[in-house]
């Protein structure tokens, strides 16, 4: 089992950058694929990225292509999200994910843990 928690949310104007952190608990960090997905208000959650194990692949949305860039440490059970040029519908609570496995998918429910999650705010 993982625990997971999210830093760095936070007010930005548009057209800034944030940069999010979730770390991660245990000692298996690298066996797990991670995602970052989000969720405005009255709205489903969505996929912002995800990376496979060894940092070989990355995947993105096309709203968030040339925006984001997910990225992890092994050595710090950590992975992050560049969040640039931020919009003011990027708003809502960005929340990392964890899953058993090394397929990178960009569905929720394929994820096994979820962290509480961190506010982002941008401001137009």
């Known amino acids: 089992q993982v625990q997971l928690v999210e830093s760095g949310g936070g007010l930005v104007q548009a057209g800034g950058s944030l940069r999010l952190s979730c770390a991660a608990s245990?000692?298996?960090?690298?066996?797990?694929?991670m995602g970052w997905f989000r969720q405005a208000p009255g709205k489903e959650r969505e996929f912002v990225a995800a990376?496979?194990?060894?940092?070989?692949?990355?995947h993105y949305p096309d709203s968030m292509k040339g925006r984001a860039t997910i990225s992890r440490d092994n050595a710090k059970s950590t992975v992050y999200l560049q969040m640039n040029s931020l919009k003011p519908e990027d708003t809502a609570v960005y929340s990392c994910?964890?899953?058993?496995?090394?397929?990178?998918?960009?569905?929720?429910?394929?994820?096994?843990?979820w962290g509480q999650g961190t506010q982002v705010t941008v401001s137009s």
């Open positions: 994910a964890a899953r058993s496995g090394s397929i990178v998918y960009t569905t929720e429910n394929k994820y096994d843990y």
């Open positions: 245990g000692r298996t960090f690298s066996t797990y694929v």
């Open positions: 990376i496979s194990r060894n940092s070989g692949s990355t």
